[in-house]
């Protein structure tokens, strides 16, 4: 079944120069990139893509992570990848949410680590089902910034909508 899957490089994978490992071990997959940018992440962008582990001890450090504050990168690489089961076989490229559970030729068996506060710093979020990575993908992307059409969208006139352009 074709599927698209969203893929962040986080700021430890950034700040540990991974961007061209983590993309080479993602090519053994054959799925197509269909988008991809940097991303310099909000606190309400955080906030509402873990929005379901709020209620978590570790909530507020992991806003800190995603927005790159421990690792002075204010910033994330967004992907998109698409094709025959992406969510599962980037998940399984990927390896365990923790770091130390996770096998070790995988992304973040190789590369993730635990800090003393128990927070998984682990390179890389893969979306986890179909229903949250369509959630994830409209809230990373907008529709003219992925070559395909994965959902169906609209267009509408914005009136007072003020662009930065080129000067
Ligand atoms: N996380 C953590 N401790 C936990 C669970 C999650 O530090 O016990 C962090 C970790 O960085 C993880 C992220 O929160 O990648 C999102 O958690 P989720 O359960 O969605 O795991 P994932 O889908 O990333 O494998
Ligand atoms: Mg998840």
């Given at each position: 079944?074709?599927?698209?899957?969203?893929?962040?490089?986080?700021?430890?994978?950034?700040?540990?120069?991974?961007?061209?490992?983590?993309?080479?071990?993602?090519?053994?997959?054959?799925?197509?990139?269909?988008?991809?940018?940097?991303?310099?992440?909000?606190?309400?962008?955080?906030?509402?893509?873990?929005?379901?582990?709020?209620?978590?001890?570790?909530?507020?450090?992991?806003?800190?992570?995603?927005?790159?504050?421990?690792?002075?990168?204010?910033?994330?690489?967004?992907?998109?990848?698409?094709?025959?089961?992406?969510?599962?076989?980037?998940?399984?490229?990927?390896?365990?949410?923790?770091?130390?559970?996770?096998?070790?030729?995988?992304?973040?068996?190789?590369?993730?680590?635990?800090?003393?506060?128990?927070?998984?710093?682990?390179?890389v979020h893969v979306s986890s089902n179909e229903s949250e990575a369509e959630?994830?993908?409209?809230?990373?992307?907008?529709?003219?910034?992925?070559?395909?059409?994965?959902?169906?969208?609209?267009?509408?006139?914005?009136?007072?909508?003020?662009?930065?352009?080129?000067?």
């Amino acid at each position: 079944m074709d599927q698209a899957t969203l893929i962040l490089i986080k700021p430890d994978g950034l700040k540990k120069s991974l961007t061209g490992n983590i993309l080479t071990r993602l090519s053994e997959t054959k799925l197509e990139i269909v988008a991809a940018k940097m991303v310099r992440v909000t606190e309400e962008l955080a906030t509402e893509h873990y929005r379901h582990l709020k209620s978590k001890a570790f909530f507020p450090e992991l806003i800190k992570y995603i927005q790159g504050e421990m690792h002075d990168r204010r910033k994330v690489m967004a992907l998109i990848y698409w094709g025959t089961d992406s969510i599962k076989k980037c998940r399984e490229l990927a390896g365990a949410t923790n770091p130390e559970e996770a096998d070790p030729t995988s992304i973040r068996g190789s590369y993730g680590r635990i800090l003393t506060t128990g927070l998984y710093e682990n390179v890389v979020h893969v979306s986890s089902n179909e229903s949250e990575a369509e959630r994830e993908i409209k809230l990373w992307f907008m529709p003219e910034e992925i070559i395909v059409d994965l959902y169906p969208s609209k267009i509408i006139v914005e009136k007072e909508r003020k662009v930065q352009a080129w000067a």
